[in-house]
């Protein structure tokens, strides 16, 4: 290499530290295309670098999601296997995380046997630590099992979601914090279950509650319809849009008060101004594709933006391919033909909670009966706009 190539590379790498040193608008367009984890690390570098940095995270708290569907090739779930690659990809720090997989790959047992303890568990209590370090420090994580579920497969809002009520399947949808948008996770059982308790959890007397996700386990253990009554009850008289299952258990919050068997609920309460949802109930005389289109099609009544926001479905285990006589994937595919560019989300739980709901800015509810939220053989198709 001769002396004038050697100068000129020199300057050239000289020319390169000083903007990336110094020049403030360079470096956050690079950090843009950088993965969250990774874009934590970088702060370090140097003062700059760090306040680049933290304007990068403030412009990209957009929703993010990992599902997985297949037997897994580890000892773990497959969505526990996915997850630790795919955190370090997205481009969120997540303040509120919201797991989904099915009971029986991830308890080890099957659905309709209780007794069934022949097949090793792959639940246990390590679970919930090992996600808790997939995430930052103070993240809230609900992890739920449920017979079945639906995801849209990680990646593209306008992917086709599926249904899964067979088989290894999961989804992670994680949520940053959002101007506007407050996420408050709750977890209840019989002996914590009281109206202080669901005023802390935002649930009674706040004016700006809009979206309540509710999912009651145990619920048939004696004393569940109680149980489940006390919960439904001062929801159904709020002005917020209720939507929800009865699924098999929670592995995360790991139980602290009621004995390992007794009934509970988790869910999410979302409070702000700029939390909006809709929501219509697909009743037990839905049962052709026709009529399952034609009802999800009334959610476009609700004008809900599509930007930031989520669909939710949350169906009877009684209901999917068997239902639609032998028709795969009919209401998921009939909520992707309305909403191509929102991804959905949900379960195939032992009952559903919801019903025709509209939530916005200028809205009125009247209907405040308990039994209106809770039903069997239905499907609960949802909108949840995050600002």
């Not at 996600?131 to 930052?136: H, Q, R, V």
């Not at 025709?356 to 809205?363: F, L, T, W």
Request: glycine share 6%; aromatic share 8%.
């Amino acid at each position: 290499m001769s002396e004038n190539q050697e100068l000129s590379e020199t300057l050239q790498d000289s020319k390169a530290s000083y903007v990336l040193s110094n020049v403030a608008e360079v470096v956050e367009r690079i950090l843009t295309f950088i993965p969250t984890k990774s874009l934590l690390r970088i702060a370090s570098v140097c003062r700059l670098w760090r306040n680049s940095a933290r304007r990068v995270l403030r412009t990209q708290q957009q929703l993010a999601w990992v599902s997985a569907c297949g037997p897994s090739t580890t000892e773990l779930h497959s969505l526990c296997s996915i997850l630790v690659e795919e955190v370090e990809k997205v481009f969120l720090l997540p303040k509120t995380v919201l797991a989904m997989v099915d009971c029986e790959a991830f308890n080890g047992q099957a659905y309709c046997d209780r007794q069934n303890k022949a097949k090793r568990s792959r639940h246990s209590p390590d679970t919930a630590e090992d996600l808790k370090l997939l995430f930052p420090k103070g993240c809230d994580i609900m992890g739920i099992t449920t017979p079945g579920i639906v995801l849209t497969p990680t990646g593209s809002c306008s992917s086709p979601p599926r249904e899964y009520q067979e088989g290894e399947a999961g989804f992670a949808l994680m949520f940053p914090s959002t101007e506007g948008v407050h996420i408050k996770p709750f977890h209840f059982c019989k002996k914590t279950i009281s109206q202080a308790a669901l005023k802390e959890a935002g649930l009674v007397d706040n004016p700006e509650l809009r979206v309540v996700l509710v999912f009651v386990y145990e619920a048939y253990r004696p004393g569940g319809a109680r149980f489940l009554n006390q919960i439904l009850e001062p929801l159904a008289k709020s002005k917020a849009l209720i939507a929800g299952g009865l699924v098999e258990s929670v592995f995360s919050p790991p139980r602290h008060c009621c004995s390992q068997g007794a009934c509970g609920v988790v869910g999410l309460a979302l409070s702000g101004p700029k939390v909006q949802g809709a929501s219509v109930l697909l009743d037990q005389d839905v049962e052709t594709v026709k009529a399952a289109e034609a009802t999800v099609q009334r959610l476009k009544a609700a004008k809900i933006p599509e930007k930031n926001t989520l669909g939710f479905m949350f169906a009877c285990v009684g209901r999917g391919q068997n239902y639609y006589y032998n028709q795969a994937n009919v209401e998921a595919d009939a909520f992707h033909k309305a909403f191509p560019n929102i991804p959905l989300f949900g379960l195939f739980g032992n009952g559903e909670i919801g019903c025709d709901r509209i939530v916005k800015d200028d809205y009125t509810l009247c209907d405040t009966d308990t039994d209106i939220l809770q039903h069997e053989y239905t499907t609960v198709m949802t909108l949840v706009h995050l600002g």
